[in-house]
């Protein structure tokens, strides 16, 4: 395995693995492991805690990298800010995006390689994930389009089924590169799409900006790396594509084509039906010599807080525009990072935990389930959380139940057409009346005084 260049000089998957690296945060397994679930049952078993480097994943000529943000906290290593500011971050890069700097085909690390033709995808570590997944699938590549109405550039991350040796199955749920494909067809034509496997986390963000934020993807990649990004043009695809990437497979999804994808485990870690999907043939490969492949592990941490972070900005954003002062927000992993929220409120007023809650449904359809809190929560802990309803919440008056509204679509519990009810308990009290509510403490003034009893604490045998 080569890690060449250390983050942030070279912000790429290498730069990051050497990171992670650094930090212990990456693991490597050198033994052959079978691409039959093996895979996953591995990265699994490390899901929050390592990425796993796969050097020898059975019949494939590459390795494979999973996990490659096993934290939040990476998240903040990989943006260089302190963890409360990544959400942030991200809302200004997704309002701000940055210019790209593009370089020549011969300067471009991923066109090291060019393939035309044959076999383009059997030679690759795609693992199949779960066990009554419809077989092996690309989790991690960014498609990339060019939006005809605006000319931007979008990325979107979509489970991509292998169907053959140069054709996919794509499932594209509504969002702009649905849209933008739906033109397409309207007019009998196949649309141009980049597979882009192999990258950094921020590049991996980007890809998930809220379809509303008509903006080019791309460009919020290069507002939230330390230097602006690297892209390279390769002949025969309309947008710039990542320059530093491991692999791009080009390709079309074909106008007029449905063929059968799925089941896949999804984000709720339970199977997403399957059905007709549009068919994406391929036609050409550009890679770097050895590249490293990437799979996300579906219904794993990394693809909850990849799609769940700049779902907390969109929140955010939601929250500044209905006039709220929003202090803290969490999509908790228990519910994917897509359906269950944290929210903590400066000040509550009466009604503003409601108005809130309305605003955050209104802006991402999966949300089912808010908790509003006061700022002396800390919406990352689950204790606290839990103490603020049972001592903050009565559930006569603060519960707010909202009937057959639009939800995510792929939570089981829905009913045809993703419709879902929408429940918001307040747990706030405002700062008026928090004196009555306050937890209680036993007050040492030094805190050094404190850690001095607490450092002469000695194991009960040896006292
Ligand atoms: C690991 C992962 C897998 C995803 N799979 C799909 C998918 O199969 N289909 C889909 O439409 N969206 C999928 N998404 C969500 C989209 O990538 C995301 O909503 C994106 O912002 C959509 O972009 P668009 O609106 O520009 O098309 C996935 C997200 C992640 C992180």
Redesign the pocket.
């Known amino acids: 395995m080569t890690t060449s260049g250390s983050w942030p000089d070279q912000p790429d998957l290498r730069g990051w693995l050497a990171l992670l690296a650094e930090r212990g945060d990456l693991r490597r397994l050198p033994g052959p492991v079978s691409g039959d679930q093996e895979v996953a049952a591995v990265l699994a078993s490390c899901d929050g805690a390592s990425a796993v480097f796969f050097d020898d994943v059975e019949g494939a000529a590459f390795p494979l990298i999973g996990n490659t943000v096993a934290l939040r906290h990476h998240f903040a290593l990989a943006l260089g800010c302190p963890d409360h500011d990544v959400v942030r971050r991200l809302g200004e890069a997704m309002a701000t995006p940055a210019p790209l700097v593009e370089v020549p085909l011969r300067d471009a690390p991923v066109a090291a390689v060019e393939e035309n033709g044959g076999d383009l995808l059997s030679d690759l570590p795609l693992p199949v994930q779960h066990e009554h997944d419809g077989g092996r699938y690309i ?1 991690s590549a960014l498609v990339c389009a060019r939006d005809p109405r605006t000319g931007l550039t ?6 991509l089924q292998v169907s053959g040796p140069r054709e996919l199955r794509a ?3 509504p ?4 849209q933008i494909f739906d033109a397409h067809e309207a007019q009998g034509e196949d649309l141009p799409v980049a597979l882009v496997i192999g990258v950094d986390p921020i590049l991996t963000l980007a ?5 509303e934020a008509d903006s080019d ?1 791309l460009g919020i990649a290069s507002a939230l790396h330390p230097r602006p990004l690297e892209v390279v043009r390769l002949p025969g695809h309309p947008t710039p594509v990542p320059a530093r990437a491991e692999l791009v497979l080009l390709g079309h999804l074909r106008a007029g084509r449905r063929a059968q994808e799925g089941p896949f485990g999804e984000y709720p870690r339970t199977y997403g039906p399957g059905g007709p999907a549009p068919v994406l043939e391929l036609t050409r490969r550009f890679r770097r010599a050895q590249p490293i492949v990437q799979t ?1 592990l ?1 219904g794993g941490r990394e ?1 909850f807080w ?2 769940g972070l700049p779902r907390e900005a969109r929140l955010m954003t939601a929250l500044a525009r209905a006039g709220v002062n929003a202090v803290g927000v969490r999509l908790t992993e228990a519910g994917s990072c897509r359906m269950h929220a944290v929210v903590s409120l400066r000040n509550a007023q009466p009604g503003v935990a409601f108005h809130a809650a309305m605003a955050l449904f209104a802006a991402l359809a999966p949300l089912k389930q808010v908790v509003l809190v006061d700022d002396d929560v800390d919406v990352f802990d689950d204790e606290q959380v839990g103490w603020a309803v049972a001592t903050r919440f009565q559930a006569d008056t603060d519960l707010l139940v909202v009937p057959r509204t639009r939800g995510g679509g792929l939570d089981p519990s829905a009913g045809p057409g993703g419709v879902t009810a929408k429940l918001a308990i307040d747990a706030t009290v405002g700062a008026a009346a928090r004196g009555e509510y306050a937890e209680m403490r036993s007050a040492v003034s030094d805190p050094q005084r404190l850690q001095s009893l607490l450092d002469q604490l000695v194991p009960a045998l040896d006292a």
């Open positions: 989790t979008n990325l979107s991350i979509n489970r499932l594209l749920l969002g702009r590169l649905r890809s998930q900006a809220p379809a993807d996300i579906s693809h990849v799609g």
